[in-house]
């Protein structure tokens, strides 16, 4: 069955402290995975798209990197600003496409 | 300026009455979808059209329905044979269907007593 997991469900950070999202798959073919940040009662934002095992992308203050089983969101020095909840998507070969139940980011100052 | 819009915000019905939400892009997008977002759960899809005059159902499409009569507007019934229509509904739209990301409108907070 086509999975896409995200964790941890919840992450409270200090202001300033590094971590990682993670976003693993299971799925028949991977034409693309897709990352959003989604603001309380708003609809999600694009951040990046990865296509290829390998790549990585980078804005500001995150960076998306793809291997064959998994994705992780970056957060380098984060500001309570970032604070959000992080989905992830998969899309596959006969473009259906998977969310992931989000990680909700907590930045403290 | 560019983007997706929905509207209401926020729509309250009560059990029993169908209810429309609207969807409208100016994007030039080809394709559009519905989703479903619930507490805990990943975006689930009800509906997604490719192109005009088509349409195909998603994982959850019993109780909706959709038309594209045109380009730019998508719009979602919610009918009273959805037996659990509170829900916050996303528009998204996509310049194709493949490999291309979606763009998600605002959404509407639909909630039915």
């Known amino acids: 069955e086509d999975q896409v997991t995200q964790s941890p469900e919840a992450l409270r950070l200090q202001e300033g402290e590094s971590s990682s999202l993670n976003c693993s798959y299971t799925v028949s073919g991977l034409r693309g995975l897709f990352w959003y940040r989604q603001d309380p009662g708003k609809g999600p934002e694009f951040l990046f798209t990865l296509y290829s095992a390998g790549e990585e992308k980078e804005k500001e203050r995150l960076k998306a990197t793809l291997t064959k089983k998994e994705s992780f969101l970056h957060i380098t020095a984060p500001k309570p600003e970032d604070s959000a909840t992080y989905l992830c998507?998969?899309?596959?070969?006969?473009?259906?496409?998977?969310f992931g139940a989000g990680t909700r980011l907590t930045v403290k100052p | 300026d560019g983007g997706i819009t929905q509207s209401p915000k926020y729509l309250f019905r009560k059990e029993g009455q169908n209810v429309t939400l609207s969807c409208e892009q100016n994007l030039n997008h080809d394709a559009m979808y519905w989703y479903r977002q619930d507490p805990g759960q990943g975006l689930r899809l009800i509906y997604y059209?490719?192109?005009?005059?088509?349409?195909q159902k998603g994982d959850i499409a019993e109780g909706y329905s959709v038309s594209r009569e045109k380009k730019e507007s998508f719009p979602l019934t919610v009918t009273s044979a959805q037996k659990n229509p509170t829900a916050f509904y996303l528009c998204a739209s996509s310049i194709m269907a493949s490999s291309y990301e979606q763009y998600f409108g605002p959404g509407t907070r639909l909630t039915v007593t």
């Open positions: 998507a998969v899309q596959m070969r006969n473009n259906d496409m998977r």
């Open positions: 059209s490719q192109i005009v005059n088509d349409f």
